[in-house]
Structure formats: structure tokens, C-alpha cells
């Protein structure tokens, strides 16, 4: 037994150390100049958020990755036709913008201030998917509505105006349809500090995030706060009469994605992703630029000989978020069989100098606990202090690409992100001069070295992974004692996370493997029981009710944006494009287990809920998305 102690502990020595060497390497051979290259010509093009700038960039990065060594490169044209679907979301139909102003008809105002749009000199002036005029313009008045009254459906005739909003327009869009009004003048901001900047609004769909073939050609405006100022004050002395040009045009076209890989051993993959077609630096030219950077990297390591070739293929793929890792995953199912993990790089080069810019590590979704968690934190954990930089860890969230763990697609993803410090998050002060090389380089670093791991894993990595996920596991058993349903909870999520290692091993090696993970599932098992010891019971018995009758099959992968229904049919329910309760209830359905028991495990991640589960997912049948299922069956 002691034997079979320290053979182990010589083998976790060795993988720790080969993961430090390859940190190392990897710190050595990444080029600052190159990922700043990248990062600001991505920028160039996407900052005008058009989908011939995002074809643009496609072709760019195509050839950037050829530069770089990367092979089987190749520029996918996913439709943008506002109808074709992808899981349950509508892609978005292309659109295109030329030239857009708002100019103030008050000829005692300067001619400065009587500009509040012009998109040739500042993209984010005009809302992306913003309906077009006629070509000599029109012209209206502006009337400033709170949110809140246009909710209520108190916000006074909107008919023929433009509303000057205190919220996000994207949201109420559905609304200013309804009330007739020409469009939106946006005057909110996540981040007020920011007197000259403006919000970018890029969702403008009538029902979801992009604008599809059902959509309203309402116009769309974004000014600064000190406009805002300046128009609520004009308005408290009368009409304020603008004068709207927006040359713009919708049509059926494409929304491209790129990607290639460096080779490996096998046809196993593993994938780093970074969303294009989007305005900002941080958000999101440096996550692509962070991760073709981590692929030349490796590439140059493996061509000089100073990383062996590694058994997996590892593959990059830049891509508008959510929608082309959707049709990624929708086109190309045994790819997706064959990709054993994934890391998402979002807003993660914020500046060194700043408060809360910390690197930020979430992990995968309960129903997906995996080893990719302790990976990456045992990475971050090895780099970090070598920069003198402090990272946290976080739980899955909503609304990005990391959705791909969920079990409908079966790829675990994490997701490094910093934010950026000075709150810039889709606002026209996101520009390069806020970007930190030095924290571009750390989330490169990081991604190249979890990618280059898990891509070389053979069957002693996979029992160090499964070392690694069994002394979170433990903590995380220790972490979860407020009752013995919490613990029990913990328990199994965490085995999974150590038993998932098995997806690294050849399939006939499997069930040899697994029995070595035996030692490893008891003591979790002991962890538990003596965390039981002390723990309050469960709850009482519970009543049985309309959920224990319920079983939910899931019809497509993802999570359901309702973009394809009208709101006024939405019946008060949730988009789950970014709520985080029905998302992960509805990852819980596996057409096995009952509603009562998906709310239950819900809960016990996220925490007690007062969200009605039963007539949300009984919308959902009504609607198509679902079907119940009898038990047995």
C-alpha cells in the first residue's frame, strides 16, 4: 500500500512538474507584438459592427492563422438570413450602415453641440440594426420616456417620435413597436463617469437579441451622458425638434467564422473559442486576439521541438458570440463528439494598474462538474504568482459560449475573464490604449498551457486530473455542510468531476481505469460522512405535486431565446438567453428526471428560488420547445 502511496505521488510530482515546464516554455516564446497586431486590427473592423466589416475581419484572421502555422484554416459562412435556426435561437439577418447623424434643429445651440450622432465618427452614435430613413433624412421630435412608464404603458403618445430612454432600449424595443414610436434615442449608460462616451446598443430584435426577418426597422441613436443633460434640459423649455439621416440596409447575407487548428496525434480535439463582431478592445478583439496568440505560441513550440506533438488537435475558433458557436456546434455534431473540453476567452486584458481588473475563472455548470475546473484554477494557481497577480474563481454563468458544457453538447468549457476596471463594458471609451499587454499575455498564457495539458493527456495525466478534482471535490464537500442534502449534493457532483477524467483514456482501457479511481470515490465518501456527523438533517418529507409528475425532454440543445415569439405570446416568462434559473433548470432535463427533482438540483446550485418552474416549463410544451414524457418511457 505505501508502495502504491508514493508511486502515486511520484507520478502527481511528475504532471505538476511537466505542466510548470510547459508554463514556462509557453512565457518564453509568446510574442507581445503579435497578439498586439491582431488585437488592434480585429478592432479596426469590428468597431463599425457591420456584417461586411465582420466579413472583413473573417478574412483577416484567416490569413492571420496561416501566418501564424495553424492548418486546416477555413472561413465558415453561416446564414444571416433572420430565419435559419441554430438550437432554438434565430441567426440575424446581415445588415449594413454607411452614414448615420442626429442633429438638434435649434440654430441658437453651437454647431457641436447640435451633432448627437454622426457614426462615421463614432460607430457606437448609431444602435446596430438600426432601421434606415429615406435619403434626405427626417425629421421628428424627441420625447424622454423613463422605462418604467413605457412598461406600464404610461409613457404618452410615442407615435411618430423618437424616445430618449433611461434604460437599454434593446430590451423595451418590443414596447416602442407597440406604441408606434419611430425609434430610440439612447441615454443610458452602464457608467455615467463617462461623460463623452456613449453606450453601444447592439441587440435589436423585436423578441430576442438580434434583429431577424420579423423584426421592426425601428431607428436607433445612442448619445453620451452630457447630451443627455443637454436634451433634458431643452425639453424642460419646449419641443426639441432633430433631424435623423441613417443610411443603412438590411439583407440576406452571412456571418462568418474562422478556424484552424494545430494538429495533433488524433482526431480528438480541444477547443479554445473568442467572439468577434463586437465594437469593443476588451471586449472582445482582445479574447480573439489572446487566443490566436495561445495557437502560434504552441505551434512555434511544437515546430521547434520544444513541446512534442500532442495526442489531441487543438482548434480555435473566432465567431460571433452565442451565434456562431451555435451554428458551429449545429454543423458539425462529430466534431463536437470528439472535443473533449473547451476554454472561452471574453473581456480578458484589463489594466494591471486598476481595482477589481483580477483575472476571474468560471467554471462549468453543476450538471457538467468536470476536471476542466481544477484544471484551469491548478494553472492559474502556478502562473499567477510568478506575475505577482491575484485571480479568483466564480461560479458558471449565463449568456456566453460557455453554454457548450451543457449535456445536449457535452463540451466543458470554462471561461477566463478581468472585465475592465474603468466600466467600458459596450461603450465607445472600449478602445485599445485600455488594453494591458501584460494581461493579454497572462490570459494567453494560461489558456495555451490548459489546452497544451489536456491535448497531451494520456492515462497518468488523466489520474493526476482526477487527483486534482478529488482534493476540490473535498473542499467543495467541506464547503457545501449547512445540511446533509447539500453534502449529498456536493458528493455526487464532485465524483463526477473526478470520473469525467475518463473521457481522456482510449475506451478500452475505461473500466480499468475507473477501478483505479475507486480509492479516490471513497475517500470523498469519507469527507462526506464526516461532514454528516454535524450537519442538520434534511428538511421534512415534502408533498408531492404537479412536478413529480413531470418529466421534461428537451428537444434541442442551448437555451431557448423565445426570439421566434412575439412578446405579447410570452405570457410573463423569461427570455433564457441570460436567466440564469430557467437555463440551468432546463440544462437539468434529461428526460428522465422529474421537474420536482430538476428544481431540486437547480436550487441546490443556485440557491432557493421563487421562480415558478411549473408554468415555465408548461409554457414551454405549450410553445413547442419541450414535450413531457410519462416516467418509464
Known amino acids: 500500500m505505501r508502495a502504491l502511496v508514493l508511486a502515486v505521488l511520484a507520478v502527481a510530482s511528475m504532471r505538476a512538474a511537466d505542466l510548470e515546464t510547459t508554463i514556462g516554455e509557453i512565457r518564453r516564446e509568446w510574442n507581445t507584438a503579435e497578439a498586439m497586431e491582431v488585437l488592434q486590427q480585429v478592432y479596426a473592423n469590428d468597431r463599425y459592427f457591420t456584417f461586411p466589416r465582420f466579413e472583413q475581419t473573417a478574412r483577416y484572421l484567416a490569413g492571420a492563422m496561416k501566418t501564424a502555422g495553424l492548418e486546416r484554416v477555413e472561413v465558415v459562412q453561416a446564414p444571416a438570413d433572420g430565419e435559419t435556426r441554430a438550437g432554438f435561437w434565430t441567426m440575424p439577418l446581415a445588415w449594413d450602415a454607411v452614414s448615420a447623424k442626429l442633429e438638434i434643429l435649434d440654430d441658437s ?23 434606415a430613413t429615406p435619403a434626405g433624412g427626417m425629421r421628428a421630435e424627441i420625447l424622454a420616456v423613463r422605462a418604467a412608464d413605457l412598461k406600464k404603458g404610461a409613457a404618452g403618445d410615442l407615435r411618430g417620435k423618437l424616445a430618449m430612454l433611461d434604460e437599454n432600449p434593446a430590451g423595451l424595443k418590443w ?24 453606450q453601444w446598443i447592439n441587440a435589436w430584435g423585436d423578441d430576442g437579441w438580434a434583429y431577424t426577418k420579423r423584426s421592426t426597422p425601428l431607428l436607433s441613436f445612442s448619445i453620451t451622458p452630457r447630451q443627455a443633460e443637454l436634451v433634458r ?130 467554471m462549468n455548470p453543476h450538471v457538467a462538474k468536470d476536471f476542466t475546473d481544477a484544471l484551469i484554477l491548478k494553472v492559474a494557481a502556478l502562473y499567477f504568482p510568478l506575475v505577482k497577480r491575484p485571480w479568483h474563481e466564480a461560479p458558471f454563468m449565463t449568456g456566453t459560449d460557455t453554454y457548450m458544457a451543457e449535456p445536449m453538447v457535452g463540451v466543458p468549457t470554462v471561461w477566463g475573464y478581468s472585465g475592465s476596471g474603468v466600466e467600458s463594458h459596450h461603450n465607445s471609451a472600449d478602445t485599445p490604449h485600455r488594453v494591458d ?5 497572462d490570459i494567453s498564457i494560461v489558456t495555451a498551457a490548459y489546452l497544451y495539458f489536456i491535448a497531451d493527456a494520456d492515462e497518468e495525466a488523466a489520474m493526476w486530473l482526477a487527483g486534482l478534482s478529488e482534493t476540490r471535490g473535498s473542499r467543495k464537500i467541506q464547503e457545501a455542510a449547512a445540511s446533509r442534502q447539500t453534502i449529498a449534493y456536493a458528493l455526487d457532483r464532485e ?9 481522456l483514456v482510449a475506451p478500452e482501457v475505461r473500466d480499468r481505469v475507473r477501478e483505479k479511481l475507486t480509492p479516490a470515490f471513497s475517500r470523498l465518501d469519507r469527507a462526506a460522512a464526516l461532514q454528516m456527523e454535524s450537519a442538520p438533517a434534511a428538511a421534512g418529507k415534502r408533498e408531492r405535486g404537479e412536478a413529480d409528475e413531470m418529466i421534461v425532454r428537451r428537444k434541442r440543445f442551448g437555451s431557448i ?36 427533482e430538476v428544481v431540486r438540483l437547480t436550487e441546490l446550485e443556485l440557491g432557493a428560488s421563487k421562480f415558478d418552474f411549473v408554468g415555465y416549463f408548461k409554457f414551454l410544451r405549450r410553445r413547442g420547445y419541450v414535450e413531457f414524457v410519462e416516467a418509464g418511457r
Not at 407597440?178 to 449608460?189: E, H, P, R, S, Y
Not at 479554445?272 to 465594437?279: C, Y
Not at 423565445?562 to 433548470?585: K, M, R, V
Request: proline fraction near 5%; hydrophobic fraction near 40%.
Open 495 to 503: 465524483k463526477q468531476a473526478v470520473l469525467s477524467v475518463l473521457r
Open 109 to 131: 445651440l453651437a454647431p457641436a453641440q447640435r451633432v448627437l450622432a454622426d457614426y462615421v465618427k463614432v460607430p457606437t452614435s448609431l444602435g446596430m440594426w438600426s432601421g
Open 175 to 198: 414596447l416602442l413597436v407597440k406604441a408606434g414610436a419611430l425609434g430610440a434615442v439612447n441615454a443610458f449608460t452602464e457608467n455615467p463617469a463617462l461623460r463623452d462616451d456613449r
Open 233 to 362: 434640459g431643452l425639453l424642460k423649455k419646449g419641443r426639441v425638434r432633430v433631424h435623423a439621416t441613417v443610411n443603412a440596409r438590411y439583407y440576406k447575407g452571412w456571418y462568418p467564422y474562422v478556424t484552424g487548428v494545430v494538429p495533433g496525434e488524433t482526431d480528438e480535439e480541444v477547443l479554445t473559442l473568442g467572439h468577434t463582431s463586437e465594437q469593443g478592445a476588451q471586449d472582445n478583439a482582445t479574447g480573439v486576439s489572446a487566443t490566436l496568440e495561445a495557437m502560434a505560441t504552441l505551434r512555434r513550440l511544437i515546430a521547434a521541438g520544444r513541446l512534442r506533438k500532442p495526442r489531441r488537435t487543438i482548434r480555435v475558433l473566432s465567431m460571433g458570440e452565442m451565434y456562431g458557436s451555435m451554428h458551429y456546434v449545429q454543423a458539425n455534431p462529430e466534431r463536437i463528439r470528439r472535443t473533449v473540453a473547451a476554454i472561452c476567452v471574453d473581456t480578458p486584458a484589463a489594466s494591471y494598474d486598476l481595482a477589481g481588473t483580477e483575472y476571474t475563472f468560471h
Open 561 to 596: 431565446q423565445l426570439d421566434d415569439l412575439p412578446h405579447e405570446q410570452w405570457e410573463g416568462q423569461p427570455s433564457g438567453a441570460w436567466a440564469a434559473a430557467p437555463t440551468i433548470a432546463l440544462y437539468w432535463c434529461d428526460g428522465r428526471r422529474t421537474l420536482a
Open 437 to 441: 499587454p501584460r494581461s493579454l499575455r
